[in-house]
């Protein structure tokens, strides 16, 4: 059974860090897309970032561009997002989502999330 896993998120400061892991069973982190999107309330899920399977190609979005890294550890099987200055915009569920394409079928899988609160 596949499992991503979510976990450190939390209420930080304006302008503090977070690092976000996406731990993963089931499954081989480095053999799928991995991708970390957001929900904030009464909003759309949008994409922040996302790493490729094939050659380890980041993406970002704008809004969080030079402000956001993500990572792929696969001895630890896990994704990580190291989100520094972060902002109250930022405030949002964070949800990691692993996608691999294999003979023409589409395999995709999500977690369940982990709350992230930028406040003073």
């Known amino acids: 059974q596949v499992q991503l896993v979510e976990s450190g998120g939390g209420l930080v400061q304006p302008g503090g860090s977070l690092r976000l892991s996406c731990a993963a069973s089931?499954?081989?982190?480095?053999?799928?897309?991995i991708g970390w999107f957001r929900q904030a309330p009464g909003k759309e899920r949008e994409g922040v970032s996302s790493?490729?399977?094939?050659?380890?190609?980041?993406t970002y979005a704008e809004s969080v561009k030079g402000r956001f890294t993500i990572s792929r550890d696969n001895a630890k099987n896990t994704v990580f997002l190291q989100m520094n200055s972060l902002k109250p915009e930022d405030t949002a569920v964070y949800s990691c989502?692993?996608?691999?394409?294999?003979?023409?079928?589409?395999?995709?899988?999500w977690g369940q999330g982990t709350q992230v609160t930028v406040s003073s």
């Open positions: 989502n692993a996608v691999n394409s294999i003979a023409g079928k589409t395999y995709e899988y």
């Open positions: 089931g499954l081989i982190v480095e053999y799928y897309r």
């Open positions: 790493i490729s399977n094939s050659n380890n190609r980041a």
